[in-house]
């Protein structure tokens, strides 16, 4: 719950607002802030107050315990034109929180953590538990100490300017053993373990905690590491293990008998397969995700548990950066982008946001015309344990650099595509509304495709009278083709037929022409263009390309 602390009629305003753009997540304290403060303090995850800084430091001094325990707190100043990270920055959420109510009331979010100010990611803000000299350590990452950077497996952590190799002062140690910690050395703990779990009916909670944490401590390993608890769809609702896997924060999965039956165990048991249908459980059920067993089934009186490994899976963001324009380009690219240690793309696309990369981003770029070693490089990079990032224009998944990615991607790394505004969208933004009906989108390029493929699919779009965008539509050494793309149209729709061109869209120097079909100047258009050619039902009205929706709205 977030606590809206305001005592003027401006900080109520915006208290309101806050209210209303976060509808049921909000609980306002009126009154008197030195009554207000302790009351929603107690009550509330993070709070926002219109306050001035000083008198909010005042009122929280005596009620702060500790960093983990602490609201997040921002404040707002009288004119809401900041919203600042008192308190909480990072274990607390603060930063963040200054962020969405900047946003929200149209402020400039204040935030001070040095890390972020320095654009690097905290330590104990990886998602990952860490432990150790966190403070030293990142102080050392902000002065550019040497840092080493020791890892059991890759995985897919966001860039941070260390060493993999050589002399260092400080260590980050990505690991789920346990290891000694000293004033220079931080431990990250990655979720690689999942504890398989077997129990009898009426086990209690205490046991079967019991049992995993001897398990833990006889392999050497983190229970800071622990992902999950898995065991048999029949124990599911066994109350111990319920309430062990909450105790110890950590989801419970469950796998059918049958699954976990096919899978093949060291230890076997008869007695568990006449009880729950699988001759195995826990060592079946931490293994049912992938991964190696590392501590083979140990029992207790009413529980068994078994601890497997798993494999780290490398990220793979596909990222779409829009047309060109920074403020077309997607809040969630900018994110992926932060969070890849690795960046691919081409290299006029790769000085388009260089400036959002941060400290320590391994940057592969190379020139036009080497996709498919684009895509392969960032796929190999992914398999390795790595969080990539490939960049292209427009839409990653429209003529770019998902469709490649993709073919060759497996299994073993996680993707996710970030959805991006194409060339085509913002040209028929530019010129109205000319793909407000059904349309197709076609490349005249047959640098890949055939011509006759093209040429079929262009008389295809003109039979069934779809308004077509032309990408690629000419270059210095392709001059013929769209001239004989616009006869086969014009084959279909009158001469008259609204025409746009569109030249470098949401660029500085972007161009719009209106024109007709039959008065199209083939020469005046690039491979910077978009020709977008409409259907008969498309009209130029008050000099914008419209085609209507087809229908009238019925009261």
């Not at 707002?76 to 109510?101: F, M, P, Q, T």
């Not at 905290?122 to 002065?143: C, H, N, T, Y």
């Not at 060291?266 to 195995?280: F, K, R």
């Not at 344990?385 to 497996?410: K, R």
Request: hydrophobic letters at 50%.
């Amino acid at each position: 719950m977030i606590g809206l602390i305001a005592v003027t009629a401006a900080g109520r305003a915006g208290a309101a607002r806050l209210a209303a753009a976060w509808p049921g997540r909000t609980s306002g304290y009126d009154g008197p802030a030195k009554l207000a403060i302790p009351l929603a303090w107690a009550r509330c995850d993070e709070l926002v107050c219109f306050l001035a800084v000083g008198a909010a430091v005042r009122l929280i001094a005596p009620l702060l315990t500790g960093k983990l325990a602490d609201p997040a707190v921002v404040c707002v100043d009288e004119s809401a034109r900041h919203a600042v990270a008192v308190l909480g920055g990072h274990a607390g959420g603060g930063n963040d929180l200054a962020v969405r109510v900047a946003d929200v009331l149209g402020a400039e979010p204040v935030i001070t953590t040095a890390t972020d100010a320095a654009g690097l990611p905290g330590l104990d803000m990886l998602g990952w538990p860490a432990e150790g000299a966190i403070a030293a350590v990142s102080r050392a990452l902000l002065d550019g100490v040497p840092v080493l950077l020791e890892e059991d497996h890759t995985w897919p952590l966001p860039p941070l300017p260390v060493s993999r190799s050589g002399p260092a002062d400080y260590r980050i140690v990505v690991t789920d053993r346990v290891i000694t910690l000293d004033e220079r050395t931080v431990a990250v703990r990655p979720p690689s373990l999942v504890a398989g779990l077997g129990a009898s009916r009426g086990v209690s909670a205490a046991e079967v905690l019991e049992l995993i944490s001897q398990a833990l401590s006889a392999a050497g390993l983190s229970d800071a590491s622990v992902s999950a608890v898995a065991t048999v769809d029949a124990k599911a609702g066994e109350a111990g293990v319920v309430q062990a896997a909450g105790q110890g924060g950590w989801p419970l999965v469950s796998y059918p008998a049958g699954q976990l039956a096919a899978i093949e165990v060291p230890n076997p048991s008869l007695a568990a397969l006449a009880a729950v249908g699988t001759p195995s459980v826990a060592e079946a059920a931490a293994l049912a995700g992938g991964g190696e067993l590392v501590v083979p089934k140990r029992k207790s009186a009413r529980a068994t548990v078994a601890l497997a490994r798993i494999r780290p899976r490398g990220r793979l963001a596909l990222i779409g950066l829009g047309p060109g324009a920074r403020d077309l380009l997607p809040p969630r690219a900018v994110a992926e982008l932060r969070r890849a240690s690795v960046v691919v793309g081409l290299d006029q696309y790769v000085s388009q946001i260089r400036d959002l990369l941060r400290p320590g981003t391994l940057v592969m770029e190379s020139g036009l015309g080497a996709e498919r070693e684009r895509a392969h490089a960032a796929v190999a990079r992914a398999s390795e344990g790595h969080a990539v990032a490939l960049i292209g224009s427009g839409d990653a998944g429209v003529y770019a650099m998902a469709s490649p990615a993709l073919e060759i991607a497996g299994q073993d790394i996680e993707v996710v595509t970030v959805p991006g505004i194409t060339a085509g969208l913002a040209a028929a933004a530019l010129l109205g509304a000319p793909l407000g009906h059904d349309h197709a989108v076609i490349s005249l390029s047959d640098l890949h495709t055939p011509w006759e493929v093209i040429a079929r699919r262009v008389r295809a779009a003109a039979q069934a009278d779809l308004a077509v965008a032309f990408y690629n539509p000419r270059s210095k050494q392709r001059t013929w083709q769209l001239p004989a793309a616009l006869d086969i149209l014009a084959g279909y729709r009158p001469p008259d037929t609204p025409v746009g061109v569109v030249k470098d869209a949401a660029r500085p120097d972007q161009r719009t022409a209106l024109c007709t079909l039959a008065g199209l100047d083939p020469q005046t258009v690039d491979m910077r263009s978009v020709v977008i050619v409409g259907s008969t039902s498309t009209r130029v009205v008050a000099g914008r390309m419209v085609t209507p929706r087809g229908y009238r709205w019925r009261c």
